[in-house]
């Protein structure tokens, strides 16, 4: 069984043509190379992680459309424990074989958008009594997400600067963006 964390500390690269459009240094922090090819393990590694520590989960059931599953099938397989991914109709077949044939998860397509995937999660979760993820909406999920503020204050220091101009970030969960700020306000960056 591997131990959290089970995201990687991603690299953060100057943009020399983005540097050059602006005219201020623009760095890219590379999250497309985690494990799931997304941000997501961040916080829902964390969660799982979370889940196992605090109340002794055993499996986990988490609806997604596609990123949130891989890393939820992911962060199940490094701890040992049994996954099923709830999706909806509308995720492409592709991304149904992917999960089960490389995360090793039990997928169920159910519903034709991801609100009746998720009901059809939570229900299943309770019937069997795993623990459900919740793909975004959770403080654990925010906090691991957060994560990268960390690492990009560290990794800043090899370009010779103590903080970002400004931080973009695609999330699209209010709180998350929260978490962020909050994470910079405690190193001193301005919001």
């Known amino acids: 069984m591997m131990q959290y964390p089970f995201h990687i500390e991603s690299p953060l690269l100057l943009s020399r043509p983005l540097t050059n459009h602006i005219g201020i240094p623009v760095y890219l922090k ?67 074989h992917l999960l089960a044939s490389h995360e090793q998860a039990n997928v169920i397509v159910h ?12 229900e299943l979760a309770e019937r069997e009594g795993s623990q459900y993820i919740p793909p975004f909406d959770h403080p654990h999920v925010w906090q691991g997400n957060a994560t990268i503020i ?3 204050k560290k990794q800043l220091k090899y370009f010779q600067e103590d903080s970002p101009g400004v931080v973009v970030c695609s999330v699209g ?16 960056w301005s919001s």
Request: with cysteine; aromatic share 10%; proline share 4%.
């Open 30 to 96: 590379m999250d497309s190379l985690q494990p799931t090819g997304s941000f997501k393990i961040r916080g829902l590694g964390y969660a799982c992680w979370q889940a196992v520590k605090e109340r002794g989960a055993t499996s986990f059931v988490c609806a997604s459309g596609g990123n949130a599953g891989f890393a939820v099938a992911y962060a199940g397989r490094c701890l040992g424990l049994p996954v099923t991914i709830v999706l909806p109709e509308s995720t492409p077949v592709h991304i149904r």
């Open 111 to 122: 519903g034709k958008v991801f609100n009746e995937a998720d009901k059809f999660a939570r």
């Open 150 to 152: 960390h690492e990009i």
């Open 173 to 188: 969960e209010f709180r998350t963006i929260n978490e962020l700020t909050d994470r910079t306000k405690t190193l001193s």
